[in-house]
T-cell receptor
Framework: GAVVSQHPSRVICKSGTSVKIECRSL??????MFWYRQFPKQSLMLMAT?????????EQGVEKDKFLINHASLTLSTLTVTSAHPEDSSFYIC???????????FGPGTRLTVT | GENVEQHPSTLSVQEGDSAVIKCTYS??????FPWYKQELGKRPQLIID?????GEKKDQRIAVTLNKTAKHFSLHITETQPEDSAVYFC????????????FGSGTRLSIRP
């Protein structure tokens, strides 16, 4: 199957700083990428959908100025958590889809801890 | 928008018995229904999926059924094994390749030896 990588796998940052998470599709062109957040023992909550070369579409309740998403190429999307606070601590997972397919391929996730 | 409800939230079955997880969805335009297995700290893994033109699909010990009229779909795991212990999520999506996938709340399945 297709491979999606995420970097970093874990990050600890101080409150008020920004963190960038990268999501890459390694062996296919991802026309659409999705960013999810998962709190402990909860489901994956979709944060935003990004299509290559266009602005991301954010889900209701997700602050676009706080969670900056860039999908500059068909293999890379980035999520920047700006001015992070402890409540932003979570497991962030990206997924990617190719053109004309239903199946999403998930990255391994990034564990963010804000102290 | 789409809303997916899943139950039970926890399920404990004896090894060798069957497990059934049920989901409902709200958007009649949804036509792709994947099921994921997630182990602690790992990414979700697709275990089976079904499209709306099919009522049932089976892959070894795993089967999924879909009732489009009632907007219900279910996951059936037979002859359960200890390695089946995990959290399972159902999901629903629309037709376009850009359609987002909305997840159910998850079922924590435990297999008793």
């Amino acid at each position: 199957g297709a491979v999606v990588s995420q970097h970093p796998s874990r990050v600890i940052c101080k409150s008020g700083t920004s963190v960038k998470i990268e999501c890459r599709s390694l062996d296919f062109q991802a026309t659409t990428m999705f960013w999810y957040r998962q709190f402990p023992k909860q489901s994956l909550m979709l944060m935003a959908t990004s299509n290559e070369g266009s602005k991301a579409t954010y889900e209701q309740g997700v602050e676009k100025d706080k969670f900056l998403i860039n999908h500059a190429s068909l293999t890379l999307s980035t999520l920047t958590v700006t001015s992070a606070h402890p409540e932003d601590s979570s497991f962030y997972i990206c997924s990617a889809k190719g053109s004309g397919v239903h199946e999403q391929y998930f990255g391994p996730g990034t564990r963010l801890t804000v102290t | 928008g789409e809303n997916v409800e899943q139950h039970p939230s926890t399920l404990s079955v004896q090894e060798g018995d069957s497990a059934v997880i049920k989901c409902t969805y709200s958007d009649s335009a949804s036509n792709y229904f994947p099921w994921y297995k997630q182990e602690l700290g790992k990414r979700p893994q697709l275990i089976i999926d079904i499209r709306s033109n099919v009522g049932e699909k089976k892959d070894q010990r795993i089967a999924v059924t879909l009732n489009k009229t009632a907007k219900h779909f279910s996951l059936h795991i037979t002859e359960t094994q200890p390695e089946d212990s995990a959290v399972y999520f159902c999901a629903a999506s629309g037709d376009s390749s850009a359609s987002k996938i909305i997840f159910g709340s998850g079922t924590r399945l435990s297999i008793r030896p």
